[in-house]
Every structure is written in structure tokens, then in C-alpha cells.
């Protein structure tokens, strides 16, 4: 398993980068159920879901693809759970485009507020860091594939 | 018989002539009132500190008042009290502040028991929230008149009286101190109310520093008294504009809830001060519905879930077998 780690240091390195992103926004997801913004008890337009509940549940499912992230000893199962996460998301975005929901994705939940971001520059570092995120694991998941199968992704 | 009137009596007889006309043109009794409206409504930015007592045969109530005024801009603010009171006037609306933490929005017509009479017309009104000074002096009355110089309290002053159909207003004016009114007196159908009024504040001469007013019944019989006391009077400089606003009138306050805003002229909550704005009527503003399902809607369903679920489907059922533990047999 280690060996792993020796043959795909960018894999690695990419793994650990991807992780720190994961964490920030999933905690930042968790934080804005608890400041109680007005914001949260609109519904999601695609699930149906008001996007307090919305944002506890992906908010823990970020954190805890972060953790597997960046304590895996292994490859192959961080980087199919971030091309997981990396396809949901994206067909998120699109089927929010599709049903001509907001122009921006509240993403962060109320944190943008509280920040005093603007929702352009939010969202515009979030379809960076997805792509980033996609990009990342597929051709993270194309070399390991290349090396141990498909059958032998998730051993690495 | 010589007849001739000397040279110098024709000379004091013109002088005195003159003077007499002057005097009546000074003391034109229609300009006494507009003096007297003019002062009080160049009267600068102010800050009072007011005692208001009420006696009756049954009560005596006391209360004391911080008062800030800018023009018709005024708020009145109790201090001797653990109960919040608070009113205020923006140029346009009345907000009241009451001891259960809710604000009031109302206008100037409405009058509740609260003191928010204009300061300007201290002393010539009886503390109605409506009543200007140029109303309080009815200068715009059909029928003006002087009706002659008279002492009160010692002091010289005219006595002017203006006459509706409805009401007569008798002001006892001296024109040489600052117009100050001293005596102002009512008479309607509905009663007569006298106003006397002493100054004291040589630094601030613009209001009187005490003002004591009785109230009688149409039949003459006493009704209440009521004393202003201005236990401190001065200028407040420039006072800032948020000063009038439902923040002004909320400032200072350590508020535990959401302060409900209420317009009884519309009779329903406008909406809910909290963390220093006014937010919407949470909670009887209809809570968002949910997203109608449709086509769209459950085509991306569909793709979310298959995409969710189908990667760890695969993976599950393509997972590596378990390996073999100690004690299990090997294959032979």
C-alpha cells in the first residue's frame, strides 16, 4: 500500500489538496445550519429539500470524503469517492441550469454572508475547485486503472 | 385772547403722535403672535431633560423624560421608569416603544397617552402631539385683537386674543424678552385650559424652564393640573438623522427577543427588528413551498440517483473477496 503512495506521489499530493478543499467547504456547509440565515428555509429547487437540511447532509458527506482523503493509506478508494462526488456535483450544477434555478449556486450556505464574499466570486472559485476536483480523480483513476484493472482499484 | 399754541407744544404733539403710531404698528397684535411663532420655530436642535407631573383629585403621577428635538423631529425617551417607553416622531410617523418591547407605528392624529407634544410649543399647547406653534397661537384666527398691556407676575406684558367660531386663544406676550409667552389661555365648548409659564434659563430663553397648566370642566369646575418642569435645557448641536429612525428609537436598548413593528394604521405586523434591521414578519410570512415536481425535476432526479447510487453499486459488487482468516481452511 505504501508502495502505492511511492509510485503516484502526484496522486498523493492531489489527494491531499483535494481533501483541504473538501473540508473547508463541507465545514463551511455544516456552520451555516447553525447561523440561522433566512436563506435556509427556502427549498432546494431540484431535490425538494430545504437547504438547511440540504446543506447538514452534504456538508458531513464532504467532510467525510475530506477525512478519507487525507487519512487513506490506499489510492483507489479517495479517488472514487472524489469522481463520485465530482459527477454528482457537476450534474447538480447542470440540472440547476436545466430547471433555471439561481444564477448563483448557494453553496457555502450563509458562510458567503458572514464572510462578506460576493455570491459571483464564491461561486466562481467553487466551479474551479469542482473542476479541479473532476479533473484530479479522473486522470488520478485513469493511471490507477492502468496499473492494477479496474478489478484491482480499490486494493490500491 | 391769544390763541396761539406755542411753536414747541405743535412740536410735542407731532412727536408724540409719531411715537404713539409707531407703538401701535409694534404692537400690532397679529404680529405679537407671529413674533412669538417665529422664535419658537428658530428655536435650535435642543436637548431637554423634563419633568411631567399630573394632579387630579384621585392621582398624582410623575414622570421624568429625556427630549430631543430638531424642528417637528422629536423623542421622547422616560427615564424614572424600569418599564420602557419610548416615542418618537420621524417628520411622518409616530413609533412608540411600550414595556413589552413592541414598536407601534401610528400617526400624529392618533393620540395615545404617550408625551410626545412638540417642544417648540412648550407653554402654549396642551401637550398634544398635532399642535404647532403657529396652531397653538392661532394666528391664522378670524379675529385678532389687543386687547391691552397687563401685568403677570409682575411682568408687563399685551394680552392678545385671537377668536374662532369654535375657540378663543388669549396669550399674554412680551415682546421684549424673546416673545416669551407668559400666561396662554383656551376657551371651547369643551372647557377652558390656562397655561402659565415662568422662565428662568437666561442661557436657554427660548422655552420657558416651568409650565403649570389647569384644566376646568365647561361648568368651571377644576379637572387636573399639569406641571412641565425643565430641570435641564440646552442646545444639542448637530443631531444625527439616524437619531429619528426605528434604530434611533431602539438605540442603547439591550433587546432579548424580536422586537415585533406593528402598523395600526394597517393594522398588521410590518416586521421584526432583530440585529439592528428590520427583517420581514417572521413568523406569519408564508414559509417558501417547495419546488413543484415536474418533468425536468425528475429526469435530474433521476440521473442524481443513478449517478449516486450506480459508482458504489458497481464498486460493491466488483469488491475484492475478503481474505482468507487463520483459522479458515486453505483449499486443498
Known amino acids: 500500500m505504501h508502495s502505492n503512495r511511492v509510485s503516484f506521489p502526484w496522486v498523493s499530493v492531489f489527494l491531499a489538496t483535494a481533501g483541504v478543499v473538501l473540508l473547508g467547504t463541507g465545514l463551511a456547509k455544516v456552520a451555516s445550519g447553525f447561523t440561522g440565515g433566512e436563506v435556509l428555509r427556502t427549498y432546494d429547487p431540484i431535490l425538494g429539500l430545504t437547504l438547511g437540511t440540504l446543506f447538514g447532509w452534504v456538508g458531513a458527506i464532504e467532510v467525510v470524503v475530506a477525512v478519507v482523503c487525507l487519512t487513506s493509506r490506499r489510492l483507489g478508494l479517495p479517488v472514487v469517492l472524489l469522481l463520485w462526488l465530482g459527477t454528482s456535483f457537476v450534474a447538480y450544477r447542470l440540472g440547476l441550469w436545466w430547471v433555471g434555478g439561481p444564477k448563483y449556486c448557494s453553496c457555502l450556505g450563509t458562510m458567503t454572508a458572514v464572510l462578506h464574499l460576493s455570491p459571483a466570486t464564491v461561486d466562481l472559485a467553487l466551479k474551479l475547485a469542482l473542476a479541479y476536483l473532476l479533473v484530479g480523480s479522473v486522470v488520478s483513476m485513469r493511471a490507477l486503472v492502468r496499473q492494477a484493472g479496474i478489478e484491482g482499484l480499490l486494493r490500491m | ?332
Open chain 2, 1 to 332: 385772547m391769544n390763541v396761539a399754541i406755542p411753536f414747541r407744544v405743535w412740536i410735542a404733539a407731532a412727536v408724540a403722535f409719531a411715537a404713539d403710531k409707531a407703538s401701535a404698528e409694534a404692537l400690532n397684535p397679529r404680529a405679537l403672535l407671529e413674533g412669538v411663532v417665529s422664535v419658537r420655530e428658530q428655536i435650535p436642535p435642543s436637548y431637554l431633560h423634563i419633568r411631567y407631573t399630573f394632579e387630579s383629585r384621585l392621582i398624582r403621577r410623575e414622570s421624568e423624560y429625556v427630549v430631543l428635538f430638531d424642528g417637528a423631529l422629536r423623542y421622547f425617551a422616560r427615564t424614572n421608569s424600569n418599564e420602557r417607553s419610548r416615542a418618537l416622531f420621524d417628520g411622518k410617523d409616530v413609533m412608540l416603544l411600550g414595556g413589552d418591547d413592541s414598536v407601534i407605528v401610528r400617526d400624529l392624529d392618533t393620540q395615545t397617552s404617550d408625551l410626545l407634544f412638540d417642544p417648540c410649543a412648550l407653554g402654549i399647547t396642551s401637550y398634544s402631539w398635532h399642535i404647532t406653534p403657529r396652531v397653538a397661537m392661532s394666528v391664522d384666527a378670524a379675529k385678532i385683537s389687543l386687547v391691552g398691556e397687563e401685568r403677570i407676575n409682575g411682568r408687563v406684558c399685551q394680552h392678545v386674543r385671537a377668536e374662532n367660531p369654535e375657540w378663543t386663544v388669549d396669550a399674554w406676550i412680551d415682546p421684549s424678552a424673546d416673545f416669551g409667552v407668559y400666561q396662554h389661555e383656551t376657551n371651547s365648548r369643551g372647557g377652558r385650559t390656562t397655561m402659565r409659564s415662568v422662565y428662568e434659563n437666561t442661557a436657554y430663553p427660548w422655552l420657558p424652564s416651568r409650565v403649570e397648566q389647569d384644566s376646568y370642566r365647561p361648568d368651571g369646575s377644576f379637572m387636573g393640573r399639569k406641571i412641565v418642569d425643565v430641570l435641564e435645557a440646552r442646545k444639542a448641536g448637530r443631531i444625527s438623522m439616524e437619531t429619528w429612525t426605528l434604530g434611533g428609537l431602539l438605540q442603547g436598548l439591550t433587546l432579548l427577543t424580536w422586537v415585533p413593528v406593528t402598523d395600526v394604521r394597517k393594522g398588521e405586523c410590518i416586521g421584526f427588528w432583530r440585529d439592528g434591521r428590520l427583517g420581514p414578519p417572521f413568523p406569519w410570512e408564508p414559509a417558501p413551498a417547495p419546488p413543484p415536481m415536474s418533468f425536468r425535476r425528475v429526469a435530474i432526479l433521476v440521473v442524481l440517483a443513478a449517478l449516486v447510487a450506480g459508482p458504489l453499486v458497481f464498486f460493491w459488487l466488483r469488491r475484492p473477496p475478503a481474505s482468507p482468516g487463520p483459522g479458515d481452511a486453505l483449499p486443498s
